[in-house]
C-alpha cells in the first residue's frame, strides 16, 4: 500500500479522500489554488502544496504543477476525485511516465469511454444497446445541424468529451440549432478544451440510472447496483438515490450485466460509472448513455446501502491488491439518498451565489451523512463549481431515507450564501418524488412551483428585531442607555421602531418595547408578548405560545436568520445604501450573478428590440444570457468580454424607443 498519496482536487471530494486516507494511515498532500488557500481541505491534510493562481488553467488543471507537487511531496499515487484531471488521459499518462500512480482506470479504458462517440462504438460491440443518434467524429455545424433534423425533434446536443450536463443543449425546433450548437461548442471548450459534439435522440420520458462497477487488475469485475438519478436541472444532477425505485430484482441483474460487459470492453480497473437512460413507461428498454471513469459525486448512496469505502477500494486496486469481494459478496441494505448543496438561488432562475461563511450548521442524526468542505470564513467564490455540500440520508427503506434528509436539509444552515436548500425540501416533498414517480423532466415541469422564494414570515421579522434588541442590552455591542433601541426611559418602556427589510422586499416596520427577556412586539395592529434568548449562534424566540429556534449572525448592517432549510439576511432601511441605478423597466441591464462576460453581442447606438440577446455571463462554468429588456437604443455598454462583473453590477442601458406621444412632440 502506499505511503503518501496526492489528493489532486478541491472542495467536498477532496475533503472526503483526505478522510479515507486518513482512516487508511496513508499520508495525504492537498493542492490549492490561490482561491482555495486555508480551505478546509489544505487544513486536513498532512501537507498542502499551493499550485497557482485561481483560474483552473492555471492551478488544478495544470499537470506539470500538480506532477511537480507529487515529487515535491514524495507523493506516490494521486487520487484525482472528479471533475478537472479525473478523466484526463494526458494526465493518466503523464503520471505513468513521471512513475506516480494514477488511482484510476488504465489510460486505454480512459481514451475508449472519455470520448461519448468512440465509447458508444465500442460498448455496441460488446452487446450492450446505445441510444439512437449520430456521433461521427469531426463533425462541423452544418453536419450536426443536418444530424439533428435527421433524427427528429427534439434532440440532444452532447460534448465528446467531459460530463457533468456541461454544454448539453435540448434543441426542439430547427431554427434554434445555431445558438444551440454555438453556444454548445463554446461551454465544452471552456469546460473541456474539446467543442466536439455529439447528436441523440432526446428520450423525454427518461429516467437516468447508472450502475457502479469495480474491477481490479486480476480481472475481476463486479457492480454494486444502481443508483437512480433521474431528479435533475438542465442535464444536472440534483437528487440521487440507491437503489432505483423503478427497478425490480431481474431488471437490477440485466442492467448490472450490461454495465460490466462495458466495463470489461475496454479492461476497466477501479471505479467507475456506466450510465442508462430508461423509458420510463418500458423500463426494459434501456440505452447506454456514458461511462464515467471515476468517482461519481452521488457514490455515498452506494456506500451506505453496501457498506464498502469506495475510495479505500479504489486505493487498494491501484496498489495492484484483488477485489476483496466477488459479485455473490454483493448486498444491497436499505435505501441512500443525497441532496447536492449548492451556491445558487432558485428564485433567481439558479444563478452561482458567491460570498463568505459567515455562520454554518451541518446536520447530524440517525443515517445522516454530510460531505462537506464548509468552514466559517470560508468564501464562496465564481472560479469553481458551485456545489458546496452533499447531504445524504439513509433509512431501512425509502420513505425512512426521504423523510430522514427531508429533516437534514431543515437542520442546514449556511449564512453567507445562499443556497438551495429550501428548494431540494421542496422537490423531496414533492408527491411524485415521494412516490418514486420520476423523470428527468420533473423539476423542468415543476418550474416556479417548486424555485419560487418563500414569502417571510412576520414572525421572523420580529425575531430579526429581537437579535437587534439583544445587541443592545448589558453584555451586547451597545452599553450607553443613550444610545440603547429597546425604549428605554424613566418610567413606562416606549415603542422602537425599526424599519426592516428581507430579500429584497418592501420595508416592514416592526415596534418593540421592554427587554428581550420580557417584551412586546407589534407587527401592524397585533400586539403579541415575546422572548429571545441567545446561546452562542443560536436564538431562541418565543411568541405568545409558540417558540422557533434560529441560528443567527450578526455581519456589518445585516442580521442573518436560519430556521426550517430558510436563510434570510435582514436590514435596517436607514443603513440601506441608496441605488442610482434605473430600474429594470427603464431599460437598465444588470449582472443576476457575480463572473465573467464571455461574450458582447451588441454596441452602443445599435436598435434592439425587447429580449434582444446583449451579453453572456458566465460564472462556475454555467452561462447566462442578458437580454434587452425594452425596445430602443443600447445608450451604455459599460463592459468588455473578459471583464469580471458583481452581482446587480450595471452592464449596459436600453435607452426606450420613443412612444407614438413622444414623437408627435
Given amino acids: 500500500m502506499f505511503d503518501t498519496v496526492l489528493v489532486a482536487n478541491r472542495g467536498e471530494i477532496a475533503v472526503r479522500v483526505i478522510r479515507t486516507l486518513r482512516e487508511m494511515g496513508i499520508r495525504s498532500v492537498a493542492v490549492y489554488s490561490d482561491a482555495d488557500a486555508g480551505a478546509l481541505h489544505t487544513r486536513l491534510a498532512d501537507v498542502a502544496v499551493r499550485l497557482g493562481p485561481a483560474p483552473a488553467a492555471q492551478s488544478y488543471l495544470a499537470i506539470e504543477r500538480v506532477l511537480a507537487a507529487a515529487a515535491q511531496t514524495g507523493a506516490q499515487a494521486v487520487h484525482p476525485g472528479y471533475g478537472f484531471l479525473s478523466e484526463n488521459v494526458e494526465f493518466a499518462r503523464a503520471c505513468e511516465a513521471a512513475g506516480v500512480v494514477f488511482i484510476g482506470p488504465p489510460v486505454a479504458a480512459i481514451e475508449a469511454m472519455a470520448d461519448k462517440i468512440r465509447a458508444k462504438q465500442t460498448v455496441m460491440a460488446a452487446g450492450v444497446p446505445v441510444v439512437p443518434g449520430r456521433s461521427e467524429p469531426g463533425m462541423g455545424d452544418d453536419e450536426v445541424a443536418q444530424a439533428a433534423v435527421a433524427a427528429g425533434f427534439p434532440v440532444l446536443l452532447k ?162 491488491e484483488p477485489l476483496p469481494i466477488d459479485q455473490g459478496d454483493v448486498s444491497l441494505d436499505g435505501h441512500a439518498i443525497e441532496a447536492r448543496l449548492y451556491a445558487e438561488d ?20 440517525p443515517g445522516v451523512r454530510v460531505d462537506s468542505f464548509l468552514a466559517v470564513g470560508a468564501t464562496v467564490g465564481t472560479d469553481y463549481d458551485p456545489m458546496l455540500a452533499k447531504v445524504v440520508a439513509w433509512g431501512p427503506d425509502r420513505e425512512t431515507a426521504r423523510a430522514r434528509l427531508v429533516g437534514a436539509l431543515g437542520r442546514t444552515a449556511v449564512l453567507g450564501v445562499t443556497t438551495n436548500a429550501a428548494f431540494l425540501q421542496a422537490l423531496l416533498r414533492d408527491p411524485d418524488v415521494a412516490a418514486g414517480k420520476l423523470d428527468t423532466g420533473l423539476i423542468e415541469r415543476r418550474g416556479e412551483g417548486l424555485a419560487a422564494a418563500r414569502p417571510v414570515p412576520m414572525t421572523d421579522y420580529a425575531a430579526a428585531a429581537l437579535a437587534l434588541l439583544l445587541e443592545s442590552e448589558p453584555g451586547g455591542r451597545v452599553v450607553d442607555p443613550w444610545d440603547r433601541r429597546d425604549g428605554w426611559r424613566p418610567g413606562e418602556p416606549a415603542w422602537t421602531v425599526r424599519r426592516l427589510t428581507a430579500a429584497g422586499g418592501e420595508p416592514v416596520e416592526v415596534a418593540v418595547r421592554g427587554t428581550s427577556a420580557d417584551a412586546e412586539i407589534r407587527i401592524g395592529d397585533g400586539v403579541v408578548p415575546a422572548r429571545a434568548v441567545r446561546q452562542g449562534d443560536r436564538l431562541s424566540v418565543t411568541f405568545g405560545d409558540q417558540t422557533t ?68 455571463v458566465e460564472a462556475m462554468k454555467m452561462e447566462h444570457v442578458l437580454t434587452a429588456p425594452v425596445a430602443g437604443t443600447v445608450a451604455e455598454l459599460a463592459v468588455t468580454a473578459g471583464q469580471t462583473v458583481a452581482l446587480d453590477e450595471r452592464l449596459a442601458l436600453v435607452t426606450p424607443a420613443a412612444g407614438p406621444e413622444q414623437q408627435e412632440n
Avoid at 442573518?560 to 442610482?580: I, K, M, N, Y
Fill in 159 to 320: 460534448p465528446s468529451a467531459g460530463g457533468g450536463g456541461k454544454g448539453m443543449r435540448v434543441v426542439r425546433a430547427k431554427e434554434e440549432l445555431p445558438d444551440a450548437i454555438a453556444g454548445a461548442r463554446r461551454e465544452a471548450r471552456a469546460s473541456f478544451g474539446d467543442d466536439t459534439l455529439l447528436v441523440e435522440r432526446y428520450v423525454g420520458n427518461s429516467r437516468h440510472i447508472e450502475v457502479q462497477v469495480l474491477g481490479d487488475t486480476h480481472g475481476s469485475v463486479i457492480h454494486l447496483g444502481e443508483r437512480e438519478c433521474s431528479l435533475q436541472r438542465r442535464h444536472q444532477k440534483v437528487i440521487e438515490e440507491a437503489p432505483s425505485p423503478l427497478l425490480d430484482t431481474a431488471m437490477r441483474a440485466s442492467m448490472g450485466r450490461a454495465a460490466v460487459e462495458a466495463a470489461k470492453a475496454v479492461g476497466y480497473t477501479g471505479a467507475g460509472t456506466v450510465e442508462f437512460i430508461v423509458d420510463a413507461d418500458r423500463p426494459s428498454d434501456f440505452f447506454f448513455l456514458e461511462m464515467n471513469t471515476r468517482l461519481q459525486v452521488e457514490h455515498p448512496v452506494t456506500e451506505m446501502i453496501t457498506g464498502l469505502d469506495l475510495v479505500e477500494l479504489q486505493l487498494r486496486v491501484a496498489a495492484g
Fill in 346 to 365: 432558485p428564485a433567481r432562475g439558479f444563478l452561482p451565489q458567491a460570498g463568505t461563511v459567515f455562520g454554518l450548521v451541518e446536520p447530524t442524526g
Fill in 549 to 616: 429556534g434560529y441560528v443567527v449572525v450578526h455581519e456589518g448592517d445585516a442580521v442573518w436568520l436560519a430556521a426550517d432549510g430558510h436563510v434570510t439576511a435582514f436590514r435596517e432601511q436607514e443603513r440601506l445604501a441608496s441605488s442610482s441605478g434605473m430600474a429594470a423597466g427603464d431599460g437598465a441591464v444588470t449582472s443576476p450573478m457575480p463572473g465573467t462576460v464571455t461574450v458582447v453581442r451588441a454596441a452602443v447606438g445599435d436598435e434592439v428590440a425587447a429580449g434582444t440577446p446583449l451579453l453572456v
